[in-house]
């Protein structure tokens, strides 16, 4: 089945930097753009960017422009996120997802497990 | 404006009706995507484009689009359609995504 399984919860300290991967099995890992998006504590979904795996082509939310990097290893089916500078805020469950893009609809489907990030001073 | 505002709770009897929408000036050029959450899970998607259901969900949801709203309707609510929706859509731009604020649903 297609599924997208993420790497565990990390705990890290201001200022650095995390590295969260998301493994995609059961389809062609470059036939589909992979996105991902963060949920802090109690709140709604916000969207940060998305890849292209076939060619590595990005595209980041103006907000995370400057911090998040978005890479992926097609020999193993995955993709990363990285986020630097870490601050308290960036606390979240950070999620990647599939992007389907069919006779012009667009929709997410399947969602990985989501990644804890947790950020302490 | 990249905004998709939804209203921040409703609730609905069981059995009966309920429908979400989501303002934004990008849905008047695109549709939205409506993602159900349930607590400690990730979202799944029930409703894309003008109106269709992934395989799985059940026919009491619906989707609509008029103007620069899109609606997601539960027709006959059970229990277990408990959860935050929220609306998803690319923005005026076209090149980015943004996501609405969230629904919490109630089922009395």
């Known amino acids: 089945q297609v599924q997208l399984v993420q790497s565990g919860a990390e705990v890290k300290k201001s200022g650095a930097s995390v590295k969260v991967s998301c493994k995609a099995s059961g389809y062609t890992f470059t036939g589909y753009y992979v996105h991902w998006v963060r949920q802090a504590p109690g709140q709604g979904l916000e969207w940060m960017g998305r890849i292209n795996p076939s060619s590595g082509d990005t595209n980041y939310a103006q907000k995370f422009q400057d911090r998040v990097t978005l890479t992926r290893d097609t020999s193993i089916s995955t993709a990363y996120m990285e986020l630097s500078s870490l601050k308290s805020d960036d606390t979240a469950i950070y999620y990647c997802a599939r992007r389907i893009h069919l006779r012009g609809d667009v929709w997410f489907d399947p969602w990985g497990q989501g990644t804890l990030v947790t950020v302490s001073s | 404006s990249s905004e998709l505002t939804q209203d921040p709770a409703v609730s609905v009897a069981l059995g009966q009706t309920v429908r979400i929408t989501c303002q934004g000036d990008s849905l008047r050029s695109y549709y939205a995507s409506w993602y159900q959450q349930k607590p400690g899970q990730a979202p799944v998607v029930v409703i894309y484009?003008?109106?269709n259901r992934p395989s799985g969900i059940p026919d009491r949801f619906s989707g609509s689009s008029s103007g620069n709203t899109a609606s997601l309707t539960i027709t006959g609510a059970q229990a277990e359609d408990e959860a935050d929706y929220f609306c998803n859509s690319r923005d005026s731009s076209g090149n980015s995504y943004v996501f609405g604020t969230g629904t919490k649903v109630t089922v009395l």
């Open positions: 484009g003008k109106n």
